[in-house]
């Protein structure tokens, strides 16, 4: 037995997902490969893209492990890692919780509107060539991408707030759709005569900075398309065998990014010439597609599009459920704390639903607020591991169903240390990637203060209970029959 089946839940999700169900969420990761790959191919080379997206790989994958021993500890707590943050720093701060849980939901929030854009830009290109016309809203044009954004946004938001199972099926269905571009470009062109070692190039010196620190600004804009592997551990609490559940779907996601990053990047980069990528970042993997299989760039097309459909749907079902446990804990104001008739937080995906409706109609090309919103996720990543190491240090007898060997201390630290400069030099070097400006970092810290405005305003204002720089650690479960699992 677990914590959670010996426990009355304080959340109101039903527990009806399992392992493979978590493991399909995780599928949608890759899709947003597709998004970032392409502008590093092009600018630094693919031997560089290939060696960082790796790297970052196994960094998500061994924080992965380190965050299945945190949802083991706190199974019943809604917003994943945003919430482990909180609950390991908020004897020492109670800042802590509203930072990590903003930060976190900014990243994957605005990242809707993106994909929504990119679909736009696929159907056009496939399908609509013609449909160039365009008008202003004031502050950005829009085109007829924006509006397939804005239709298969509403979509994707009508699905999650009907239940997760709906959700679910869909995410079956386009996880199995993007499998085939994934496992096509990770090993037909090795065994094909136009997969060449001579189109693998090394230009990480190209943008004029060390290459030290180009390498650490591209690791800071890649961890946006791989870290999100952690999105699993926002579904715990609805695993039917939540500790089983929970450390096979979290150690199995961060294997499949480790091959899937590596693999791919690996045989596109082999296929394609430099200065193809660099043109053209996001269509011109129909190209390559098309020369693998008779016809293909339309089966790319549509596998594109249903990676980040899927992308989107469990996206929107994540930040709501960050948004809802992040109220549900008191840190941020009520009314994102109730459940729709469903049991979804619907007024979580709404506000997901209003923020990216503006993000399309007002910015339009918003694929600069990735760096606005890396600086929060990293923040978030940061605070996560490090309460890792505080809940080790000040709660080293606390029930712990899955634990780690002592030496994953010294990983954790290993890794909050090279994501915050990642977090430092990246941020200062959005120049070198093209990712964003001063003003998408700007964005970025605005949203963190707004988010302590909210919590300030929700312990004063709405619960009365006056200021408090910390909390009392009184949300760590009582002892647990379950025989803690090895590492």
Known sequence: MSTHDTAVPTHAYEKNLRWW?????????????????????????????????GLVAVMACLQNFVYSEMASMFPDKVGGISMYAHQGWKTRTSLVGPLATYGYWFSWSSSLAIYGLQIGKLVQSEWFPHQTWTFSTGLATIGFPHVVALGVLVAGWGLNVLGMRPAMWIMYVTGIVVMVPILVF????????????????????ASGAAGWRTAL??????????????????????????????????????????????????????????????????TFYLDLFKRLIPGGDVIMTLCLI????????????DGGRVLHGSAESGLTVRQLGQLNKFGMPGRAMSLDLVVNVIL??????????????????????????????????????????????????????????????????GAASASITGFGTT?????????????????????????????????????????????????
């Open 217 to 282: 600004a591209w690791m800071f804009v890649l961890a946006w398309s791989v870290y999100g592997v952690e999105a699993v551990a926002s579904f715990v609490p609805e695993f039917k065998k939540t500790i089983f559940d929970t450390k096979v779907a979290l150690r199995l996601a961060g294997f499949f990014v480790i091959a899937v990053y590596i693999l791919v990047p690996l045989g596109i980069g082999g296929m394609s010439k430099q200065a193809d990528a660099a043109a053209d970042p996001v």
């Open 306 to 317: 249903a990676g980040l459909v899927l992308l989107m749907v469990m996206t929107t079902a």
């Open 360 to 425: 399309i109609l007002f910015v339009g090309d918003s694929t600069g607020v990735i760096v606005a919103g890396i600086v929060g996720y990293l923040l978030c990543h940061i605070l996560s591991l490090t309460g890792f190491l505080r809940l080790r240090h000040e709660q080293p007898d606390a029930p712990r169903p899955i634990r780690l060997a002592k030496r994953w201390v010294y990983v954790a630290g290993a890794l909050a240390l090279i994501d915050a400069v990642m977090l430092i030099v």
């Open 21 to 53: 169900d978590g493991f399909t969420i995780s599928l949608s990761i890759p899709a947003a490969l597709f998004v970032c790959a392409g502008s590093a191919l092009g600018l630094i080379g693919a031997w560089p893209t290939i060696l960082l997206l």
């Open 186 to 205: 990770a090993f037909v062109p090795l065994f094909s005569d136009q997969w060449s070692v001579h189109n693998l190039h090394w230009t990480l010196g």
């Open 439 to 487: 003003k998408e970092l700007l964005i970025g810290i605005v949203v963190l203060s707004i988010s302590i405005g909210l919590y300030a305003y929700r312990r004063v204002v709405q619960d009365k209970r006056g200021w408090a720089w910390s909390e009392r650690d009184d949300d760590v479960a009582p002892d647990t029959a379950e025989v803690p699992s090895p590492a």
